[in-house]
């Protein structure tokens, strides 16, 4: 029992957890801010047809 447990040779070394922490980290990161970036464009696209539809139809009254 110990033996294996000191040899475990299944145990990868710790670079590569540690880079796909910091590549899913990125991906989050980088995810999160399209999602912010999107949906400020949504509401400011919103805003400018809102303004354009209501300026255009007060304009034809």
Known sequence: MRRD???SPITP???????IIV???WLLV???WLL???YWLLVIG?????L??????TLYM
Do not use: E
């Not at 070394?13 to 880079?19: D, G, L, M, S």
């Not at 354009?52 to 139809?57: A, D, E, L, N, Q």
């Open 5 to 7: 447990k000191r040899a």
């Open 46 to 50: 919103y805003c400018y047809w809102l």
């Open 23 to 25: 590549i899913s980290y």
């Open 30 to 32: 980088i995810s999160y």
């Open 52 to 57: 354009v539809r209501y300026s255009t139809h």
């Open 13 to 19: 070394p710790p670079i590569v957890p540690n880079f």
């Open 36 to 38: 912010v970036i999107s």
